[in-house]
C-alpha cells in the first residue's frame, strides 16, 4: 500500500492488509512514518514489510523539505525495531542536491538505519537512496503550484558515490538496480541477518496459512495445485510462507 500517505486511512489500510495476509499475499506499507501512531500492532502484525522514507536525518532539513517534524519518523522505525515479530524494514532516502546531500546530513540517515540493527538486528534488510529526478514536475504545473525544486539536477555520479561510501562505512552494501542505488546488508554478515529475519518470527498464522497447513497435513504428500484445488484459492503465497518457516518441506516440484 502506498500512496500519497497511506496512514492517513488507517481504517481502510488495515482492512486491505488482513484481507490480503487472509489470501496469503505478501503486504508492503509505503510510509513517511509521520503518522506512524495511526498504525496499530494489529496492522503491523499483518505487513510484511515496511517502506520508511526517511527525507533527512537533520530535523531543520527534514523541517524544510516536509514542513513536518523528523522524530515521529525515527519513533515509528525504533518501533519497528522493537517487535519481535517485525514487520521487515527498508530505509528510503531521496538525494537531492543541494538539499538533502549534505555530508552530516548523509551520515545521520546511515547512522539511524545501523542503530535499528542493534535494536533488533536484521531488521534494516535494504537501504535505498533514489537520486532525485524531475519526472514529477507536470503534476505541479497541473496544479498551478510553485514548484521550488525546478531547477535542481539530478546528482551527478561522483555524488552517488560518495553517498554509497558513507553508508558502505556503516556495514551496508550496494548495488546497482533499475537505474538506482540499493544498500544491502554486507554478506559477511548475511548468516546472522538470516538468523534473526528466518528464524527469530514469531507473528501468528494467518487464517489462510493455518487451513493449508492443516489440508497438508492430511493429504501430503501434495501438490500445490491439489491444495489449491480443495481451498479454492491461489496458495503459492502461503506455500512460500509455509516453507521458510520451516512448517513444510517440499519434496519435489510440481
Known sequence: LSGGEVLMQPAFAARILRGAKDLGIHTALDTSGFLGANATDAMLDDTDL????VKSGDPDTYRRVTSRELEPTLAFGRRIAERPAGPELWIRFVLVPGLTDDIDNVERVAEYAASLNEVMPGTVTRVEVLP??????DKWDALKLEYSLRD???PEPELVESTRAIFRSHGFTVRNVGGGWRFYSHHAYAPVVERFVLDGQQSRLTTASLETLAVIAYRQPISRAR??????VNVDGVVRTLLTRGL???????
Open 50 to 53: 515496511v517502506l520508511l522514507d
Open 132 to 137: 532525485f529526478h524531475q519526472m514529477g514536475t
Open 152 to 154: 535542481v539536477r539530478p
Open 227 to 232: 491444495i489449491g484445488a480443495i481451498r479454492g
Open 248 to 254: 513444510i518441506v517440499e519434496v519435489t516440484k510440481d
